[in-house]
């Protein structure tokens, strides 16, 4: 394997890992099914899931970069990254 092929292999595993857990890939869909970006208060009130918990997860994604936010104070909208989710699409088919 090539030094690229490796490091888009990492790029794939690492994005798998930030939507490993049920909660996170809940929030991506989430994301991807609305027309507007959403405040973590928004998220919450359509999951069964504390603020708290929410807020941590969105780091995750945000960190990943499968998740953007924007800061318009004194909130934060949160909005699906879909080029980076197309990104690991391609990744997985290319396994």
Avoid: N, W
């Amino acid at each position: 394997m090539t030094s690229a092929g490796f490091e888009a292999a990492l790029r794939v595993a690492r994005l798998c890992k930030a939507l490993g857990h049920p909660a996170r890939a809940t929030i991506v869909r989430l994301l991807l099914g609305q027309r507007r970006s959403l405040t973590c208060g928004e998220i919450v009130a359509q999951l069964p899931l504390a603020q708290s918990t929410v807020s941590q997860h969105l780091r995750v994604l945000v960190r990943a970069g499968l998740v953007t936010a924007q800061e318009e104070r004194p909130r934060v909208l949160y909005a699906a990254e879909r080029g980076t989710l197309d990104e690991l699409r391609r990744g997985l088919a290319a396994l």
